[in-house]
Every structure is written in structure tokens, then in C-alpha cells.
């Protein structure tokens, strides 16, 4: 029974095997512990406060009532139950005993515990046995045992930190993308709810992006569409379930599962061992806190061996693995000059030692994370407000949980040798276009306006394109309007353009500024053509003026643009003639 096992725990003489680290685990209390690595300190509180009234009856008050005494009585309407000192607490709690409390009352009972916010959590496991080999549940003193443990027990919403399991993991896995599947970075509306990136609208979108630079730039359109359009909510949840979440419920089987807008959230113990799955080589294990339990005689009570599976496959572990390591080094989206977006995790990386991670953040602040790999560890870190106050600037910002997590990484691999991510056998490379995921074009891919668009991607074996860029075209362009040429421009000149996709043609995108333009709208057939003479060596070829075209030019380079008709892009798009 429950009660013979707790004797036996406490009274029992039991060996339990522990799978933590002192060592490990001193440093990741310093850190979590560490002034230093926050810019704030505020402190909550929780409040009790029994009175019993003259007439007998009880009355029990809490911080509930607190705050709306702030509101109701005092119009504080800005309160958000953070003070700035302890001693700001009990003032507060003083002012508002003397409005509560009348002639004849008595308080039977008080009681109050402050909590130092924000609060952060951080587990640290062996991704190859799943032992967990520390943990910490919050910051400030502990008072008590069994305590609100926010590593294990709390359950938060992940944030961007959730794209890499319920969208991308499953796309590569199984639905045939690969890290330069393309996705339109635009506007995108699904129902009543519209998408848009972290940055706002200062910087736009962007048009094709692809996974890798959805995983490096935490591109909230490229997860949902890759969610939605390649994946389905509902094998995005299968895939987080067989990495080992458990609290996803059948009101999560929407476009917000790729963003990590969850109905309950998860627990950062499951987040960093779904991680943990992919720092594995795609074998996920069950976290552990210990190896074996005997009795006082060593006789084996319990012996806790890994429970271990397959959930994903090791070419699809490592290409996540090698994306979410360019997350974390200094890298800037493929965009006009104006336009700068950069990576998102390189406040975390370590000095010395391979890492791979990924950020969160949510849409308010209210949350964030950092769950990342090296080749020895994987490692959580969660920062919020217990009561979800917002993380602005003057309470602790958005970025203090990566210092956490790179100092105590930094610490953990001290002396160890730095072996690098291994290439699998499933592996190989091939030359694509960035914008279309596909083949390169030489002379086409690499003339794009905003520089070279063609890179060398890793792809499981037999993944590799087979097709051509599709996405790039050279267009004949009249020298003088900039717009397309016509059998009456005299100066032409080329210019490597965009082909926009079917429906989105007005939306405006970095790739749209680059879209093939309207018709040259200046010169006409009542424009004087000076016809050029063409030498063959011997004179004028054929003593005839060279034939002007009958329709617009389009320069057959290309794959896909050398139709023996007019393209059926000539009559779409903006500025487009029928």
C-alpha cells in the first residue's frame, strides 16, 4: 500500500542509487541562485489572513484579496503583485490590514512567504541513459521540503521552443521535407486568427524561406505553414507524445500546436527530454532519478533500467541537430540590406564546445526558454513569473535565461574535449537555391538582386532535389524604364527576377520587390526605332534589318521558361497585361 511504501522510504533502510551529480548540481544551483544573472529582483507574495468578527463568524483573506483591494479600493489599476523590496511587502500588507480590520476583531491566523520573481527552472540530463543529473526547481532560499518544484511539476507554454518538435521534426521525418523545403513568409490567415513572425511589422516578410532558416530565425510563419500545410495538427501531436509529452489535450489539435500554444503547457522536465531525443540520435529515454533501490539487507528492490524508443530517425535527428546549431551561431537572413533579422540563440553559445538549441518566447513574455544540446548533455531553462506578470524590460527582460544556460554549460564541460556533432551514414549534401529548395541555376540562383542564393544543404539520403529552381527567372528589361521590355524598347538588359506563388502575388514580401515587372510603359509603336546592323563579317547580314520580336522577351534561362507560347506568368502578377 502507499502507506507500507512510505515506511519503508523513510524508515526502511533503504539504498536508493541517485542519478545527480553533486558536483553538476552545485553549479546549477549557483547559477540559478546568482544575482548576477538577473537585472532584476522582485518579490511576490502568498498571504493568509484569518479574522474572526465580533458576532463570531471567520473570515480567511489571501493575495487574491490583496489585489483587489489594490484595484477595487485604492485604483491601483497598474498593480501587478510585485514589489520592489521586501519591505515594500509588509508596508503593503500593513496599509491593507488597517483598512480591513474593525473594532473587536480578531486575527487567529497569519501567515505570508515571499517569493523572489522572476523564477526560473533548469534540468540537466545524460541524453544517452536519460539520468537526470541535476535539477532545480526555482531560485531564492528554500524553507520548506516538497515545495512548488517548477522543473517537474509546473506546466508552461513553450513558446517557439515546440516549432521543433510538432512541425518540424515530423516534416523532415515524414512527410518528405527537408531543411530546404520552402514555405511564403506572408501574411497568413487561418479562420480568424493571423500569423505573424516575432519581429512585427518593422521588418516585414520575407517571402520562400526555408525549415533551416525557419529553425535558425524562429519563423513563426514558416512552422505554422510547414504545421498546416505539410504536416496536420494531429500527427504534430503524435510526434510530441512519442517525444514524450503528456500533457497535450485534443483542444491543442490547432495551427497555434506549431508555437507552442498549448492548452496546459508543458513541463520543462518533458521539453528538455523530448530534446534529449534528438541530441540522441532520435532515441528518446525516459528521464531518471535513480538506478536502483535495494533494501537493508542488498537485496534489489527496484533496479530502474532505461526505457528507451525510436521516434525519430537518425539522418532526421541530425539535420535538426545541425539547424538549431546555426541558431546559436551569429548567421543573418538571406534579405535587401535594409532588412535585417538575425539568429536567435547566440546569447547562449558556448565557448569551446558544440551546441545545438532552440529559444522560446510567448507571444506576451510571459514565458521563456532555452532547450539546447551538446555532444554530452541536454539542458532546460525556464524563465517566467509564477502569476504569468509580464517579463518587461524593468522585470528581468527576455534574455537573462540564456545567460543561465550558458554559464552553467559553460561550467558543466570544463575539461572536456570538444568531439563535435557526428555525420551519420544516412547523410549527404547537395548545391540548392535557398529560395526554391531545388538545384541551382548557374548564373541564375547566384544572381539573385540580394546576392548569391545558393548554398550547400545536408539532406537524408535519396532526399536530395532532383528538380531545378523554379523561383528564379531572367527577364529581358527595357535599360531605360526598368520595367519588362517590349519589341519597341531600343536598349534592353536582363535581370534576375522572382516568381511569386499562384494567389500571393500582392502581397508584399522582400521577394515581391524583385517580382517580374509590368510592361515598359514608355516606349510604344509610335516610338522611332533606330534598327541595329548585324555583321557577319562580309557586310550586313543578308542586307536586312535583324526582326524585332513580336511579343516580350523573356531570356530563356531557366528551367521552366523556355515555353513555346507566351508563359502563362506573363498575364499574372502586379503590373501584369492582358
Same mark, same amino acid.
Given at each position: 500500500?502507499?502507506?507500507?511504501?512510505?515506511? &519503508? &522510504?523513510?524508515?526502511?533502510?533503504?539504498?536508493?542509487?541517485?542519478?545527480?551529480?553533486? *558536483?553538476?548540481?552545485?553549479?546549477?544551483?549557483?547559477?540559478?541562485?546568482?544575482?548576477?544573472?538577473?537585472? +532584476?529582483?522582485?518579490?511576490?507574495?502568498?498571504?493568509?489572513?484569518?479574522?474572526?468578527?465580533?458576532?463570531?463568524?471567520?473570515?480567511?483573506?489571501?493575495?487574491?484579496?490583496?489585489?483587489? $483591494?489594490?484595484?477595487?479600493?485604492?485604483? =491601483?489599476?497598474?498593480?501587478?503583485?510585485?514589489?520592489?523590496? %521586501?519591505?515594500?511587502?509588509?508596508?503593503?500588507?500593513?496599509?491593507? *490590514?488597517?483598512?480591513?480590520?474593525?473594532?473587536?476583531?480578531?486575527?487567529?491566523?497569519?501567515?505570508?512567504?515571499?517569493?523572489?520573481?522572476?523564477?526560473?527552472?533548469?534540468?540537466?540530463?545524460?541524453?544517452?541513459?536519460?539520468?537526470?543529473?541535476?535539477?532545480?526547481?526555482?531560485?531564492?532560499? %528554500?524553507?520548506?521540503?516538497?515545495?512548488?518544484?517548477?522543473?517537474?511539476?509546473? $506546466?508552461?507554454?513553450?513558446?517557439?521552443?515546440? *516549432?521543433?518538435?510538432?512541425?518540424?521534426?515530423?516534416?523532415?521525418?515524414?512527410?518528405?521535407?527537408?531543411?530546404?523545403?520552402?514555405? $511564403?513568409?506572408?501574411?497568413?490567415?487561418?479562420?480568424?486568427?493571423?500569423?505573424?513572425?516575432?519581429?512585427?511589422?518593422?521588418?516585414?516578410?520575407?517571402?520562400?524561406?526555408?525549415?533551416?532558416?525557419?529553425?535558425?530565425?524562429?519563423?513563426?510563419?514558416?512552422?505554422?505553414?510547414?504545421?498546416?500545410?505539410?504536416?496536420?495538427?494531429?500527427?504534430?501531436?503524435?510526434?510530441?507524445?512519442?517525444?514524450?509529452?503528456?500533457?497535450?489535450?485534443?483542444? @491543442?489539435?490547432?495551427?497555434?500546436?506549431?508555437?507552442?500554444?498549448?492548452?496546459?503547457?508543458?513541463?520543462?522536465?518533458?521539453?528538455?527530454?523530448?530534446?534529449?531525443?534528438?541530441?540522441?540520435?532520435?532515441?528518446?529515454?525516459?528521464?531518471?532519478?535513480?538506478?536502483?533501490?535495494? @533494501?537493508?539487507?542488498?537485496?534489489?528492490?527496484?533496479?530502474?533500467?532505461?526505457?528507451?524508443?525510436?521516434?525519430?530517425?537518425?539522418?532526421?535527428?541530425?539535420?535538426?541537430? =545541425?539547424?538549431?546549431?546555426?541558431?546559436?551561431?551569429?548567421?543573418?537572413?538571406?534579405?535587401?540590406?535594409?532588412?535585417?533579422?538575425?539568429?536567435?540563440?547566440?546569447?547562449?553559445?558556448?565557448?569551446?564546445?558544440?551546441?545545438?538549441?532552440?529559444?522560446?518566447?510567448?507571444?506576451?513574455?510571459?514565458?521563456?526558454?532555452?532547450?539546447?544540446?551538446?555532444?554530452? $548533455?541536454?539542458?532546460?531553462?525556464?524563465?517566467?513569473?509564477?502569476?504569468?506578470?509580464?517579463?518587461?524590460?524593468?522585470?528581468?527582460?527576455?534574455?537573462?535565461?540564456? =545567460?543561465?544556460?550558458?554559464?552553467?554549460?559553460?561550467?558543466?564541460?570544463?575539461?572536456?574535449?570538444?568531439?563535435?556533432?557526428?555525420?551519420?551514414?544516412?547523410?549527404?549534401?547537395?548545391?540548392?537555391?535557398?529560395?526554391?529548395?531545388?538545384?541551382?541555376?548557374?548564373?541564375?540562383?547566384?544572381?539573385?538582386?540580394?546576392?548569391?542564393?545558393?548554398?550547400?544543404?545536408?539532406?537524408?539520403?535519396?532526399?536530395?532535389?532532383?528538380?531545378?529552381? @523554379?523561383?528564379?527567372?531572367?527577364?529581358?528589361?527595357?535599360?531605360?524604364?526598368?520595367?519588362?521590355?517590349?519589341?519597341?524598347?531600343?536598349? %534592353?538588359?536582363?535581370?534576375?527576377?522572382?516568381?511569386?506563388?499562384?494567389?500571393?502575388?500582392?502581397?508584399?514580401? @522582400?521577394?515581391?520587390?524583385?517580382?517580374?515587372?509590368?510592361?515598359?510603359?514608355?516606349?510604344?509603336?509610335?516610338?522611332?526605332?533606330?534598327?541595329?546592323?548585324?555583321?557577319?563579317?562580309?557586310?550586313?547580314?543578308?542586307?536586312?534589318?535583324?526582326?524585332?520580336?513580336?511579343? +516580350?522577351?523573356?531570356?530563356?534561362?531557366?528551367?521552366?521558361?523556355?515555353?513555346?507560347?507566351?508563359?502563362?506568368?506573363?498575364?499574372?502578377?502586379?503590373?501584369?497585361?492582358?
Amino acid at each position: 500500500s502507499e502507506s507500507q511504501a512510505r515506511n &519503508l &522510504l523513510y524508515a526502511g533502510g533503504l539504498k536508493i542509487y541517485t542519478t545527480q551529480d553533486p *558536483k553538476l548540481q552545485a553549479i546549477v544551483d549557483e547559477e540559478i541562485n546568482n544575482p548576477e544573472n538577473y537585472t +532584476a529582483a522582485k518579490y511576490s507574495v502568498e498571504y493568509r489572513l484569518s479574522i474572526t468578527h465580533t458576532d463570531g463568524t471567520t473570515e480567511h483573506f489571501s493575495e487574491e484579496n490583496l489585489k483587489s $483591494y489594490h484595484k477595487s479600493v485604492l485604483g =491601483d489599476t497598474g498593480y501587478d503583485g510585485l514589489y520592489p523590496s %521586501k519591505e515594500a511587502v509588509q508596508e503593503d500588507i500593513e496599509r491593507y *490590514k488597517a483598512w480591513l480590520i474593525k473594532d473587536g476583531d480578531t486575527i487567529i491566523g497569519e501567515r505570508q512567504n515571499l517569493i523572489l520573481q522572476p523564477q526560473a527552472s533548469f534540468v540537466l540530463m545524460d541524453q544517452r541513459t536519460g539520468e537526470v543529473r541535476a535539477l532545480s526547481g526555482g531560485r531564492g532560499e %528554500k524553507t520548506a521540503s516538497l515545495t512548488l518544484n517548477r522543473a517537474s511539476n509546473v $506546466y508552461r507554454q513553450p513558446g517557439s521552443a515546440f *516549432k521543433v518538435i510538432t512541425a518540424f521534426a515530423p516534416a523532415l521525418d515524414t512527410c518528405g521535407a527537408t531543411l530546404g523545403t520552402v514555405y $511564403y513568409d506572408a501574411p497568413y490567415t487561418i479562420g480568424t486568427k493571423t500569423f505573424r513572425n516575432w519581429w512585427g511589422s518593422g521588418k516585414g516578410f520575407v517571402g520562400y524561406s526555408n525549415i533551416r532558416e525557419g529553425i535558425i530565425y524562429s519563423m513563426n510563419i514558416v512552422a505554422v505553414r510547414a504545421l498546416m500545410e505539410t504536416v496536420t495538427p494531429q500527427l504534430g501531436m503524435e510526434y510530441a507524445e512519442k517525444m514524450g509529452i503528456t500533457s497535450m489535450t485534443k483542444n @491543442d489539435l490547432g495551427a497555434a500546436q506549431a508555437l507552442g500554444g498549448l492548452t496546459k503547457g508543458v513541463s520543462n522536465l518533458e521539453l528538455t527530454a523530448a530534446y534529449a531525443s534528438i541530441a540522441n540520435g532520435g532515441v528518446y529515454t525516459k528521464p531518471r532519478f535513480f538506478t536502483k533501490i535495494l @533494501d537493508h539487507d542488498g537485496n534489489v528492490l527496484i533496479n530502474n533500467e532505461p526505457e528507451t524508443r525510436q521516434v525519430l530517425k537518425d539522418s532526421t535527428a541530425f539535420l535538426l541537430t =545541425d539547424a538549431m546549431a546555426d541558431s546559436m551561431k551569429a548567421n543573418r537572413k538571406f534579405a535587401r540590406s535594409g532588412v535585417s533579422i538575425n539568429s536567435t540563440s547566440t546569447r547562449a553559445a558556448l565557448s569551446g564546445m558544440s551546441a545545438a538549441g532552440k529559444s522560446g518566447t510567448t507571444t506576451g513574455n510571459n514565458d521563456i526558454w532555452f532547450v539546447g544540446f551538446t555532444p554530452y $548533455y541536454t539542458a532546460g531553462v525556464w524563465g517566467g513569473c509564477d502569476s504569468n506578470q509580464k517579463l518587461s524590460a524593468g522585470n528581468g527582460g527576455t534574455s537573462f535565461h540564456k =545567460d543561465i544556460w550558458r554559464n552553467i554549460m559553460n561550467r558543466v564541460h570544463e575539461g572536456l574535449e570538444d568531439p563535435g556533432f557526428t555525420v551519420p551514414d544516412s547523410i549527404e549534401t547537395a548545391e540548392i537555391c535557398r529560395k526554391s529548395g531545388k538545384r541551382a541555376v548557374s548564373g541564375i540562383c547566384d544572381h539573385d538582386p540580394r546576392g548569391n542564393a545558393v548554398y550547400t544543404e545536408y539532406f537524408a539520403k535519396g532526399t536530395a532535389p532532383a528538380e531545378v529552381c @523554379d523561383k528564379h527567372v531572367e527577364v529581358s528589361i527595357c535599360a531605360d524604364s526598368g520595367k519588362r521590355s517590349t519589341e519597341y524598347c531600343p536598349n %534592353k538588359t536582363s535581370r534576375v527576377c522572382m516568381v511569386l506563388p499562384e494567389g500571393e502575388e500582392n502581397q508584399a514580401t @522582400d521577394d515581391s520587390v524583385f517580382s517580374i515587372p509590368g510592361y515598359c510603359n514608355i516606349h510604344s509603336h509610335n516610338s522611332t526605332i533606330i534598327s541595329p546592323t548585324i555583321e557577319d563579317g562580309t557586310g550586313i547580314l543578308g542586307g536586312n534589318e535583324a526582326a524585332a520580336p513580336t511579343k +516580350a522577351t523573356v531570356v530563356p534561362v531557366g528551367p521552366g521558361y523556355q515555353p513555346s507560347t507566351v508563359p502563362e506568368w506573363e498575364y499574372t502578377g502586379p503590373g501584369a497585361r492582358h
